[in-house]
């Protein structure tokens, strides 16, 4: 089994930073044996990172990094799966939206279809515990982005995702890049397959996400991502006389 590494993005998640952080490691301490959880803050202004350093003695696996200044998930996510020394990476919310007992059949799936190229496993929220503004404002999203990316993932905005390190390392970096991580590993070459998972509603705090915010950014972004489509090619080899197989 190779190893797990869990990165998790915080920004003001006093509220569930510490109970997410023990329901990961309860449930990675029952399958695996070298596996890390790896917590981002992003310059929290409540006491996330405190919480966190103090977690820190009951859990040793738990390491942290913090910024000073607010930079964003996608840098977040970055900053975190570029310090992992995990061979599969598991990102999840810091919201505790996302559960952890999903992961573990995510895996599973991963590898055993590694060798038919699938190197994502994407969470699709199909009962999301969210408000109708957002269920809306996500489905009419979903749609124009499925659209003109072709992604075939039904729910590219769930934090909850499993992949290799390495594919994510070699894609292009670009700030809200989190959104687009299935059509980004699918230009490489690579598959993505979506299950559906378990949604829960947020105990503690709201998003940090607006509607307009959303919209705003995501347009331009939808935009340079189809152009990154359209400017790779993925060669493929052929096999030449008395080359090893």
Not at 58 to 76: D, H, M, V, W
Request: net charge positive.
């Amino acid at each position: 089994m190779p190893s797990i590494s869990f990165v998790i993005p915080m920004h003001n998640e006093a509220g569930n930073c510490t109970a997410l952080v023990k329901e990961i490691d309860t449930m990675a301490a029952t399958r695996w044996e070298d596996y890390e959880i790896l917590c981002v803050d992003d310059a929290s202004t409540d006491n996330t990172l405190a919480l966190l350093q103090e977690q820190q003695k009951e859990i040793p696996r738990l390491a942290l990094i913090a910024f000073a200044a607010n930079c964003g998930q996608s840098t977040a996510l970055c900053a975190g799966i570029r310090a992992a020394r995990g061979e599969l990476i598991v990102t999840l919310d810091g919201d505790g939206q996302n559960d952890p007992a999903d992961v573990p059949a995510m895996v599973d799936l991963l590898l055993q279809k590694k060798k038919e190229q699938v190197r994502m496993i994407a969470g699709w929220r199909k009962q999301r515990k969210d408000t109708f503004w957002r269920r809306l404002s996500s489905r009419v999203a979903n749609r124009v982005r499925s659209f003109l990316l072709r992604d075939n993932t039904p729910d590219t905005g769930c934090g909850l995702k499993v992949f290799y390190r390495q594919t994510f390392m070699d894609l292009p970096w670009f700030d809200h890049m989190h959104r687009f991580l299935p059509s980004l590993v699918q230009r490489g070459g690579g598959r993505v397959l979506s299950v559906e998972v378990h949604h829960r509603q947020r105990q503690h705090g709201s998003s940090h996400y607006g509607t307009l915010d959303r919209l705003r950014v995501g347009v331009v972004d939808l935009l340079g991502v189809a152009w990154l489509q359209r400017r790779y090619k993925v060669p493929v080899l052929r096999q030449l006389p008395g080359a090893e197989t």
